[in-house]
Antibody, heavy 118, light 109 residues
Framework: QVHLQQWGAGLLKPAETLSLTCAVSGGSFSGYFWTWIRQPPGKGLEWIGEINHTGATKSNPSLQGRVTISVDTSKNQFSLNLRSLSAADTAVFYC????????????WGQGTVVTVSS | DIQMTQSPSSLSASVGDRVTITCQASQDIRTHLNWYQQKPGKAPKLLIYDASYLQTGVPSRFNGSGFGADFTLTLSSLQPEDIATYYCQQYDDFLPSFTFGPGTKVNVK
């Protein structure tokens, strides 16, 4: 059974960089898009970006180039860096497994609450 | 960018009622539409993919339909454990881009 476990710092200051990592266990790491999605308090879901096992990445243009997603296939892990944080980046961040076709997200991490405050 | 709308934004229904949630895309997305259920404090759960296919393990009282720009999620008989917020999600696998609807919160009367 595939499981995603995520971790990272939860309280950050404006202008700092968010770093989160998600570890994949119990299944294949190749053949999927490993994805980051966030949810501001009381709001809906926003796709941040994705990466596959070869390191090919795509990210949401609305984040204006602040996103870096990387992969470590030796550990079956992928990571998110989000630079130049502001209060508007306060959200629960989720990692998720994305299908290569039909593009659904079927396995999710537990979520990390990230608060940006001075 | 493709925009998604959902209606209603919230609803209250009784156990056993039939519940219908609609999702509309700003342009034709064929069947590139998935549905999720999110309970408070939990990650979303995939219910329906490709507009009408039930994800493994999801109860058969959930049904998805639609094509093009208009989609529907139906719960044939609301159960107490269905209290949650439901989101639709479209995808454009050419870019790629993914957009979620604003959500529909389902409560029990």
């Amino acid at each position: 059974q595939v499981h995603l476990q995520q971790w990272g710092a939860g309280l950050l200051k404006p202008a700092e960089t968010l770093s989160l990592t998600c570890a994949v266990s119990g299944g294949s790491f190749s053949g999927y898009f490993w994805t980051w999605i966030r949810q501001p308090p009381g709001k809906g879901l926003e796709w941040i970006g994705e990466i596959n096992h070869t390191g090919a990445t795509k990210s949401n243009p609305s984040l204006q180039g602040r996103v870096t997603i990387s992969v470590d296939t030796s550990k079956n892990q992928f990571s998110l860096n989000l630079r130049s944080l502001s209060a508007a980046d306060t959200a629960v961040f989720y990692c998720a497994r994305g299908w290569p076709t039909l593009r659904a997200f079927d396995i999710w991490g537990q979520g990390t609450v990230v608060t940006v405050s001075s | 960018d493709i925009q998604m709308t959902q209606s209603p934004s919230s609803l209250s229904a009784s156990v056993g009622d039939r519940v219908t949630i609609t999702c509309q895309a700003s342009q034709d997305i064929r069947t590139h539409l998935n549905w999720y259920q999110q309970k408070p404090g939990k990650a979303p759960k995939l219910l329906i993919y490709d507009a009408s296919y039930l994800q493994t393990g999801v109860p058969s009282r959930f049904n998805g339909s639609g094509f093009g720009a208009d989609f529907t999620l139906t719960l044939s008989s609301l159960q107490p454990e269905d209290i949650a917020t439901y989101y639709c999600q479209q995808y454009d696998d050419f870019l790629p881009s993914f957009t979620f609807g604003p959500g529909t919160k389902v409560n029990v009367k």
